[in-house]
């Protein structure tokens, strides 16, 4: 059974361009969270989909947006990036509200 | 403000000697705690979590945590280290209300396991 896979694993970009990461959810679940984590800190959350909407979000600007697809697999995309952008973005997936398990991660890098 | 304070920056313990990694939180109500772990490049793992019951709660890799109402805390302990142990270990509380599964995370403590 694959646990929650995120694509890719890195990307380099520039500021001011767009970004489109993936995730794929762990088998049954129905519930996706993205969390940001930059250097040195914990995981910030930024925002969850369930049935294909956002149902809560964190403190993210909206240059910050998602979506989730009827399979349950999720895209979080960040425009007008920015340095400070820069940061290992998580992507956990839960069922009905329990145990959220995380992916590896996608390494992003704006230059 | 709902937080997480994981006051120490790194712990350092001998091989087979028992860890504590310290967690108090600030958040109205009955939260839910969770501890996770991360290994370099690698995503956050679950290890344990508490709702509700009793306060010694048992999980993952021979881990543990003891849960204190009255003080806030949900320390992270196991009775003997392993140099394997040694990662970054986040605790993470999921509000009750109006929060579905939102996880607050800590800043992280790093544990070195010296042989």
């Known amino acids: 059974d694959a646990g929650v896979t995120q694509s890719p694993t890195h990307l380099i970009k520039t500021r001011g361009q767009q970004v489109t990461l993936r995730c794929s959810p762990k088998?049954?679940?129905?519930?996706v969270s993205w969390y940001q984590q930059a250097l040195g800190q914990g995981p910030q959350f930024i925002f969850q989909y369930y049935e294909e909407e956002e149902r809560q979000r964190g403190n993210f600007p909206d240059r910050f947006s998602g979506h989730q697809f009827p399979n349950y697999s999720s895209e979080l995309n960040v425009n007008a990036l920015l340095l400070g952008d820069s940061a290992l973005y998580l992507c956990?997936?839960?069922?009905?509200?329990?145990?959220?398990?995380f992916g590896a991660g996608t390494r992003l890098s704006v230059l | 403000a709902q937080s997480v304070a994981q006051p120490e920056d790194q712990v350092n313990v001998a091989e087979g000697n028992p860890l504590t990694v310290k967690c108090t939180y600030s958040v109205s109500g009955n939260p839910y705690l969770f501890w996770y772990v991360q290994y370099p490049n690698r995503g956050l793992q679950f290890l344990l979590k508490?709702?509700?019951?009793?306060?010694l709660v048992k999980g993952s890799y021979g881990f543990e945590a003891e849960f204190n109402k009255s003080q806030t805390s949900f320390h992270l302990k196991k009775p003997s280290a392993l140099v394997s142990d040694s990662a970054l270990y986040f605790c993470a509380v999921r509000p009750v209300s109006g929060g579905y599964n939102k996880l607050i995370f800590g800043a992280g403590t790093r544990l070195a396991v010296h042989p």
């Open positions: 956990a997936s839960s069922s009905q509200g329990d145990i959220q398990y």
């Open positions: 508490y709702i509700t019951g009793d306060n």
């Open positions: 088998s049954g679940h129905d519930t």
